[in-house]
């Protein structure tokens, strides 16, 4: 990939939500703060699945998976945005944005399709439980860890192949947080109707496709606690994909207010969307997966005093 694209454009600028100075040093410090806690969030996640043995099982294997996602993706856009908000430089190369975008469209693509294998996993666990050991084999769930990460990965080069083709004249502005699919469409000089294509076709693909399973999942899995006789074992088989589910209505909510709208609409308010799903989501998962989760608690509370009793002897 050359460092100009065939129209000349060498870098882009990002201006981001605000040009006014003063709310510029609010957003630094406020992004700063939210990264920092994802970071640290998503990483004692992580922590706590790989050497606590009590979640070495599919569910939490997944959720190490999705915790490694959020803190690749918001590192792939906040200390960029971070610079451009403490130093004024909001330049950013051709091949840089493109970069961007590419690990933007497949992060995304990854984190929806690892939630919907986490559905397949609840749907197991409370459908089939004397099966579940058996259906939920290490040998599957690297198989379908495996296919998520294969099909992102596909997701994003097709889209940021398709866009090095695209034709950029005039503005180099985009008022954004990061380089987005839609917002480098609407700058663009060229003919874009095959990437528009392309863009619905693996979408439906990725993202409906993905949705449509979680929501026969879920009626399956509703179906299966209602059967349960009593209140305490449907509360008890419930609680054990309230999260999830809270997870997927976040992760559907925001990235639904930014493109359930043509791309003729799309405009600056809807930066305030993406930074939603950008950053918020990310920040949000940790706590509502250990929130009401005794195993999670557990885990985090052994790892943390593991740690300071190592430093006091």
Not at 13 to 38: A, C, H, K, N, R
Not at 191 to 198: K, L, P
Not at 230 to 237: D, E, H, V
């Amino acid at each position: 990939m050359d460092g100009v694209n065939n129209s000349g454009v060498s870098e882009f600028l990002l201006l981001g939500i605000s040009d006014s100075p003063e709310q510029q040093w609010v957003l630094f410090w406020m992004f700063l703060s939210m990264y920092l806690v994802t970071v640290v969030g998503n990483v004692l996640i992580i922590l706590a699945i790989s050497f606590d043995p009590h979640l070495h099982t599919p569910m939490y294997f997944f959720l190490a998976n999705l915790s490694f996602t959020d803190l690749f993706f918001v590192t792939n856009t906040i200390p960029k945005m971070l610079v451009s908000l403490q130093s004024q430089n909001k330049a950013i190369s051709y091949v840089g944005c493109l970069t961007q975008l590419y690990f933007l469209v497949s992060l995304v693509a990854l984190d929806n399709l690892i939630l919907a294998t986490m559905a397949y996993d609840r749907y197991v666990a409370i459908c089939r439980p004397l099966h579940y050991t058996t259906v939920m084999s290490p040998g599957l769930c690297i198989m379908l860890l495996t296919l998520c990460w294969a099909l992102s990965v596909f997701y994003g080069l097709t889209h940021t192949l398709l866009m090095t083709r695209v034709t950029f004249c005039g503005s180099r502005k985009i008022h954004y947080i990061f380089c987005e699919m839609y917002v480098l469409l609407r700058l663009a000089c060229s003919n874009t109707e095959v990437n528009h294509i392309v863009l619905i076709a693996t979408g439906c693909f990725i993202f409906l496709t993905p949705l449509g399973f979680m929501i026969m999942s879920y009626v399956r899995i509703v179906r299966a606690i209602l059967q349960i006789p009593s209140a305490t074992g449907k509360y008890k088989a419930f609680s054990t994909c309230a999260s999830h589910l809270a997870v997927v209505s976040l992760f559907y909510g925001t990235l639904g207010m930014v493109y359930l709208q043509p791309l003729q609409t799309y405009s600056m308010k809807d930066s305030v969307a993406t930074v939603m799903y950008a950053v918020v989501t990310p920040m949000m998962n940790p706590f509502i997966y250990s929130l009401r989760n005794k195993d999670m608690h557990g885990a985090l509370r052994r790892l943390l005093l593991g740690k300071v009793f190592q430093r006091l002897t």
